[in-house]
Every structure is written in structure tokens, then in C-alpha cells.
């Protein structure tokens, strides 16, 4: 037989055995499969498909049970009481205990495992202190009664908590750790049966997941591919059904020819760009970074730059949080002629006269997106204050290293999706002790505002944080472009994508017609 239809047909014959498979556009490569570790959105994604909370979601983006059949919440919110699936298992078929929720926090929340996202479970008793090694993680407030029971004490009411327990961080983990996270047993409705980096990550159907019956997918393959221009190719190619994004300035072309299978939708993140606080020249320089940020016109960069409905952001906390009302930075309401006149002023005074440029760097992951952004907002920079701005571009696990380590960086991509809907998840991000703080911010003021807020409820709780984003944007660690939406290309084969805020689609609802065409 020659060869190239040997290949052709052994392709066929395998997708053949799949069975029902959904294909998948990931965005980057995910920077670890360690629920301790991941930090950026393509390695949670994987992790919500293979693995399961307390909570979890359902196809609409809503908190609904996961590992937990039931719950109960005394105390004016502060004791949470779970009672456990019978029917919840480990993908090897172990029963999962609430000792494995106990082991998993514990770890989370140990000085030696440096979780990227434990200060999520910030609320609970003793954990930041466990955080800080000043107590031992044993101390932490949950425990396990029996087997099928857990209680969770958190130190002040958190309206948010049951998000949080639908978080990678808050994830069981069996009592047998492999050294290799993507080889640990799991307990979502998938689970990993191939990896090969950078080209594809294939999930196949849990058979012990306590709803496996009502799993329509046999497989997902995930394809990471960073270049959303890539991606699209690959999409009207026929080799993905669902896109992660879609690239810049195409949004509406793709409205005009591709309109049924265009899904563009509210969002609760937030784009920015970080200053690096603890390297020159941004530190103990606030004028510099004020300039910087009154020089960019946001406008443009969401109309015509990202180009899909974003819109221009003056804060960190984007809309749609409720009652809060975000806090824009001082300047935001002026035009944008009159911002650029002040940008002038502020950058003079902060050290930079006529013909004395800076000289800084942007460094952003690769991406087509990422970089029209950069070119943008350094072309706004040398035209408003003279700025020479080297973009770096580099690969994403890099990247975070990068940013984590704060050793080259000056100005970087940067953002956030909320991990739950409310105005800490974004604010949460500038405490001076959290492990996420790329930006180096520390302010008393700040934190102490942050700390109030914890003990605060209703009307009171949302003025403490107000009043912390308003010192946050006085004090400009970082630089607000625009707010996120979701952006996919979905096949009309597929069924079950439902739009919802959170932007959460879980393989596990999806179906698709025509699996193998």
C-alpha cells in the first residue's frame, strides 16, 4: 500500500475507534497540571475537565454540586458542613474521601509547595497564617469527621466561598502522588490518555466519574495553538470544532460570512499591562506610571486594535460586579487630548525633559494579539512622551517565569479573569503578600483596606473596596486597557455551548454531530 494512504487510513481507522470526539483550540500550552501550580487559564481548562471540587459548574456557568451531594452553611457563614457522593471515585477506582480534600489543602497551603493560587483560600481559619509559616498547614480549619464528611471554618463570612471551592486550588488529591502530574489519578469526567507538547492533549471519557452516564464526548482533544490567526485556519480547515479565541480585526468579517457560528459575549476579566515596582524606573516613581497610562488612547485599542466588542477600561474591577461601582483612575474622564497634555506634564516632572527619552521594555507571550497590542501602545508612547519601548516577545511558560520572578521585567502583559464574581478576585491580586502580585505593589493603606473589607458586610464591605481601587489606581502598578468578552467559533455540530459570563464550557455538557466525517 503506499505509504502516504497507509498513513491516511490509519488516521481514519483511529478516529474511528474514538468514537464521539470533540476537537478543541487551547490557546498556550498550560504552564503545569500540578492543581498547585497551574496558574494560567489553558491549564485550568484542562483541569476542570479532569479533575472535580466540591462544587462545580453546570453548562450555563452556575454553581451546582460537584464532589459534595449537599451542604450546609451555620454560623452566620462561617462553618460549612459537606456531605460526599457515594458514588464519587478516583479515575482508578478508589473512593474519594474527605481526607483527600484535607491532604490537598494542606498542601495548598504549605511554604514548601508555593501554590500560585492559595491565597484563594485566604478566608479559611488559619490559612494565611499557614501561608507565611507561621503555623503548621495541620492547623488550617477543615477536617473530616468521617470519610464522607468535611467541614470547612473560615474566619469572616465569604459570600463568594462556594466559587472558590469549584477552583484547581481547592481540587481532592489521591494519596499516591506521581512525580509527573499529568500521570495522577483523577476524578473529573476525563481524564488524560495522550500528551505530546505542543501539538495535542487527548482526554478520554472517566468511566468512574459519578455522572459518566450522561458524558456524551468519548474523547476531546485539545490542540494548543497560541496564534489565534493559526487557530482560525485550523478551524475553517475542519480540524477544530470550537475555537479558544479569535484574532484580532477579524471580528467583523467573521460576523458578516461566519454569523451562526461567531460567539461573542460579556466577560468578567480584565486586560492590563504591569510595571514592575521593584526595578527602575517605575520604583517610587507613581508620575512615571500616571503618564505612561494617560498617554495610551484605550479607545483605539478596543475599537480598532482587539477590535470584538471589548470595552476600554479606567479600572481593574470590571463591570457587572453587582453593587460595586468601579473606581476609574484620576484623569479618566477627561478627553483624551487633554489626557495626553497632562501625560506630557507628569512625564517632565517625573525625571524626563525634552530630549531625555525613556528607554524601557514590554514583554508579552507570543501571540499575534499580545504583540498588535504592543506595537499600539509603544507607538502611543513615542508619539505623546518620546518613549523607546524593545518588545520581547516570549513563549509562554517563560513568560511566567518571567513575570513570577520580576528579575528582567519592566512593562508586561498582564490581566486576570475572575476566579469568582466579585471585586477581590481582582483586588486580591495587589495585596503585598500574595503570591500572584507581579507587580511588586505594596501599600499599608491598601491592605489594611483589603483586611476590613474581610470583616465587613453589605453596603460598608463594598466602600472598603472601593476605597482600596482607588488607592490601587493612585498608585498605577499597572495600567487598565480594556475589559475582556469571550470570543469563540463554534461548529453547528456542536450542542450544549451555552454563553455565560464566566466563559466556562465544560466538555462534559457538549455533544457533537458527525464525529467522524
Not at 494519596?175 to 495522577?184: E, F, K, R, T
Not at 461573542?264 to 510595571?275: E, M, Q, R
Request: glycine residues 6%; hydrophobic residues 40%; proline residues 6%.
Amino acid at each position: 500500500m503506499n505509504k502516504r494512504y497507509l498513513i491516511l487510513f490509519t488516521i481514519m481507522f483511529s478516529h474511528a475507534l474514538l468514537g464521539a470526539t470533540l476537537h478543541r483550540g487551547l490557546g498556550p500550552e498550560p504552564d503545569s497540571l500540578d492543581i498547585h501550580q497551574a496558574q494560567g487559564l489553558p491549564a485550568i481548562q484542562i483541569l476542570r475537565e479532569i479533575r472535580e471540587g466540591l462544587t462545580s459548574f453546570d453548562a450555563a456557568g452556575n454553581i451546582i454540586p460537584g464532589v459534595a451531594a449537599s451542604w450546609k452553611i451555620d454560623e452566620e457563614g462561617r462553618l460549612y458542613r459537606f456531605k460526599l457522593r457515594n458514588n464519587a471515585r478516583w479515575s482508578n477506582g478508589d473512593t474519594v474521601t474527605a481526607e483527600d480534600f484535607v491532604r490537598a489543602w494542606q498542601r495548598a497551603l504549605s511554604p514548601a509547595t508555593l501554590a500560585r493560587t492559595a491565597s484563594l483560600l485566604a478566608p479559611v481559619v488559619n490559612a494565611q497564617e499557614a501561608m507565611v509559616g507561621t503555623t503548621e498547614p495541620a492547623d488550617i480549619g477543615i477536617r473530616a469527621p468521617s470519610s464522607d464528611t468535611l467541614e470547612i471554618r473560615l474566619d469572616t463570612a465569604t459570600p463568594w466561598f462556594l466559587e472558590v471551592l469549584a477552583h484547581p486550588v481547592s481540587y481532592p488529591l489521591h494519596a499516591d502522588i506521581p512525580d509527573q502530574p499529568s500521570q495522577a489519578v483523577v476524578n473529573g469526567a476525563f481524564m488524560i490518555d495522550q500528551l505530546t507538547m505542543h501539538a495535542l492533549i487527548r482526554l478520554k471519557k472517566n468511566p468512574e466519574f459519578h455522572a459518566a452516564e450522561s458524558v456524551s464526548l468519548d474523547t476531546v482533544d485539545y490542540l494548543p495553538i497560541e496564534d489565534p490567526s493559526s487557530e482560525l485556519s485550523r478551524y475553517r480547515a475542519g480540524e477544530l470544532e470550537i475555537t479558544e479565541t479569535i484574532p484580532a480585526g477579524r471580528h467583523d468579517w467573521l460576523e458578516t460570512y461566519l454569523p451562526d457560528e461567531l460567539q461573542v459575549n460579556p466577560y468578567i476579566g480584565s486586560f492590563w499591562l504591569g510595571l514592575n515596582l521593584k526595578r527602575e524606573p517605575f520604583a517610587g516613581n507613581p508620575k512615571l506610571r500616571r503618564a505612561l497610562s494617560l498617554a495610551v488612547d484605550r479607545r483605539i485599542i478596543a475599537r480598532l486594535v482587539v477590535g470584538a466588542g471589548e470595552l476600554p477600561a479606567w479600572s481593574i474591577v470590571p463591570p457587572r460586579m453587582g453593587r460595586y461601582q468601579p473606581q476609574a483612575f484620576e484623569g479618566s474622564d477627561l478627553e483624551q487630548q487633554s489626557r495626553e497634555m497632562e501625560a506630557k506634564r507628569l512625564y517632565r516632572e517625573a525625571g524626563y525633559p525634552s530630549g531625555t527619552p525613556l528607554n524601557i521594555e514590554l514583554r508579552y507571550n507570543t501571540s499575534s494579539q499580545h504583540r498588535k497590542i504592543a506595537l499600539a501602545v509603544s507607538s502611543m508612547w513615542r508619539q505623546v512622551l518620546g518613549v523607546n519601548t524593545d518588545l520581547v516577545n516570549e513563549e509562554w511558560k517563560v513568560f511566567v517565569n518571567s513575570r513570577r520572578q520580576g528579575t528582567l521585567t519592566q512593562v508586561f502583559r498582564g490581566g486576570w479573569i475572575a476566579d469568582y464574581a466579585d471585586p477581590t478576585s481582582f483586588l486580591d491580586l495587589f495585596r503585598s503578600n500574595n503570591e500572584l502580585n507581579t507587580t511588586f505593589y505594596a501599600n499599608e493603606s491598601f491592605d489594611r483596606l483589603m483586611d476590613q473589607a474581610m470583616v465587613l458586610e453589605g453596603s460598608e464591605r463594598i466602600e472598603r473596596l472601593q476605597r482600596a481601587e482607588t488607592q490601587l489606581m493612585k498608585d498605577m502598578p499597572v495600567i487598565p486597557l480594556y475589559f475582556y468578552v469571550s470570543r469563540h467559533m463554534v461548529k453547528s455540530t456542536v450542542t450544549g455551548f451555552e454563553p455565560n459570563v464566566r466563559d466556562i464550557h465544560l466538555s462534559r455538557y457538549l455533544e457533537v454531530e458527525n464525529p467522524n466525517p
